[in-house]
């Protein structure tokens, strides 16, 4: 017997003997970590939007006191950058497309350079309304094309991972401004809030100079026909060898390549400068274009209008009324936001790639609106009392910090990472530059409103109201944005047209069920007929 046993394993022993790590699941592939060094430095253009925002909470209160301005005025200063943004991610995509992602990231830095210089000695209201109009161009262009670099040269397993990386920034950004608000409000009020605004030149300096380090976005390089340069970008940002060359065989077949061409520079038919890709995106979309518009502008609309900007940008006006009354304690109360903020948004990142984009999404709606309705509920108490109610005042608090990290765990940075991610390789610089335009544009509305709208219905009305579009926001999400997690880029425009698809996939469900529960009958009853007859032989013997 022994030797019948050890003449199997010399028959087996043509091949090496397996142990038992061979028995063991595939191990996943580490983080590519030069990709993320690439989207990391891309994503920090970002900054520049969130530091702004946070800088602009605080520096309002000194700028309404050295130029005198009203209530009206401070809202359009606060809310405008957001319209000038427009400008600047709608020009972003175009020239993304015509002198390259990592360029178009340079140009940024530099228009929001000139921006801060400006604002910084600016003598009077007009003169820092141009500074406005030139540093908002600067983060229109970078709040386009961070994400869509990121989306481009990241492996489709980490790509949710990364693709939230201008998010974090963003929250890094309005950190460092709640930061700046509260070390230079110290100084003389005509020099503090000068300082507040003109300090955000040194990192677009810094960043201008660090992205040129950066290699090429491998789409752009495979629309200039460039396959060579585009090779070696994508064996350094993929998992794999196989990984690499299964992107560029996509990539190759979006752009209309023939994917036995293996030469490092191929002839392209140059595009007509975007003009055939408006027209498809607005005039002839396919259904699954169509839908794809549909679901970024829509995810990109619902973001902004549910009141993050409001909560983020007048913080230390809401932490006044629920009854803060110190400058330095609601400038440190706007930094436990900016704290809160930007722990949440870093938590959020790990779980893009394992929870996916959907669950994450409609969880964090949920939570936006629960807290955004008891925080309407405290404001009413505190507004329709004449004594100071401290468990009311803890409990808006409470709700401001839950709304952002509730914002910062699913509603952020998913945004900009679905956004990035379902338009075909063709359309996806202007298809993403509508998105930030209509994010921009909702901002600049809500920013320049919520004083106003604060005046006539009260704080606590408007948070109800905030909390009744996050629910209506919560529907469009369920029934029109489906699952992205681990799609390649090429992939996606598969997965839109049909905006029936929960339906569909509810009916197809119920079928399955149906279908389960018919065989699951009619095995029951073969098992029931075998125990009869197993119990009346039993019962015969």
């Not at 003169?127 to 109009?133: A, E, N, Q």
Request: hydrophobic letters at 45%; glycine letters at 10%.
């Amino acid at each position: 017997m022994a030797d019948r046993k050890s003449q199997n394993n010399v028959t087996l022993a043509g091949q090496p003997p397996k142990t038992l790590e061979d028995f063991d699941p595939p191990k996943k592939p580490g983080r590519n970590m030069y990709a993320i060094a690439c989207a990391t430095m891309a994503s920090m253009t970002s900054v520049l939007l969130g530091y702004d925002i946070g800088v602009m909470s605080g520096a309002i209160i000194y700028i309404k006191k050295d130029l005198k301005i009203s209530d009206l005025q401070v809202e359009i200063l606060a809310g405008i950058l957001n319209l000038y943004c427009l400008i600047g991610s709608c020009a972003a995509g175009r020239t993304s497309d015509w002198i390259g992602r990592r360029y178009t990231i340079v140009v940024s830095q530099v228009i929001f350079f000139v921006g801060a210089i400006l604002m910084g000695f600016a003598t009077n209201y007009a003169f820092l309304m141009v500074g406005r109009f030139v540093a908002g161009i600067g983060v229109g262009f970078a709040l386009m094309i961070a994400p869509v670099y990121t989306a481009e040269v990241s492996p489709a397993s980490t790509r949710g991972f990364l693709t939230s990386f201008p998010e974090v920034f963003i929250n890094v950004g309005i950190l460092l401004g709640y930061v700046s608000n509260y070390g230079f409000s110290k100084l003389p009020t005509h020099l503090g809030w000068r300082l507040m605004l003109g300090a955000g030149a040194v990192p677009s300096v810094i960043l201008g100079i660090v992205v040129l380090g950066m290699p090429e976005s491998p789409r752009w390089l495979v629309m200039q026909g460039r396959l060579g340069d585009a090779k070696k970008v994508l064996d350094k940002t993929s998992d794999s060898q196989k990984e690499a060359d299964i992107r560029l065989a996509d990539i190759k077949e979006a752009a209309g390549i023939p994917e036995n061409c293996t030469d490092d520079i191929v002839p392209v038919i140059k595009q007509n400068h975007g003009e055939e890709v408006w027209k498809e995106l607005f005039l002839h979309p396919t259904p699954a274009v169509r839908h794809a518009l549909i679901a970024a502008v829509g995810i990109h609309f619902f973001q902004q209008i549910t009141g993050i900007d409001s909560v983020v940008l007048y913080s230390p006006r809401i932490f006044e009324k629920a009854g803060i009354k110190s400058t330095d304690g609601k400038l440190l109360a706007t930094v436990a936001v900016g704290f809160t903020k930007t722990i949440f948004i870093l938590v959020a990142t790990f779980f893009l790639d394992k929870i996916g984009r959907r669950p994450l999404l409609l969880s964090s709606v949920a939570g936006m609106i629960f807290s955004l309705a008891m925080l309407g509920t405290g404001m009413t108490i505190i507004e329709h009392s004449d004594t100071k109610i401290t468990w009311a005042v803890a409990l808006c608090i409470t709700m401001v910090l839950a709304f952002v990290a509730l914002f910062s765990i699913g509603m952020g940075p998913i945004t900009w990472v679905y956004s990035s991610e379902i338009f075909p390789l063709r359309l996806r610089a202007q298809g993403a530059s509508m998105g930030v335009a209509v994010n921009r544009v909702t901002s600049g509305v809500i920013s320049m409103t919520f004083l106003s709208l604060s005046h006539g219905i009260t704080f606590g009305g408007a948070f109800f109201l905030y909390a009744s579009i996050a629910t209506v926001s919560w529907f469009f999400f369920y029934f029109m944005l489906p699952e992205t997690q681990g799609r390649t880029l090429e992939d996606m425009e598969g997965l839109f047209g049909n905006f029936g698809w929960k339906f569909a996939e509810f009916k197809k469900k119920k079928q399955q069920q149906n279908h389960d529960l018919n065989k699951e009958v009619k095995g029951t009853g073969n098992g029931n007929d075998r125990g009869q007859i197993q119990l009346g032989t039993n019962g015969q013997i």
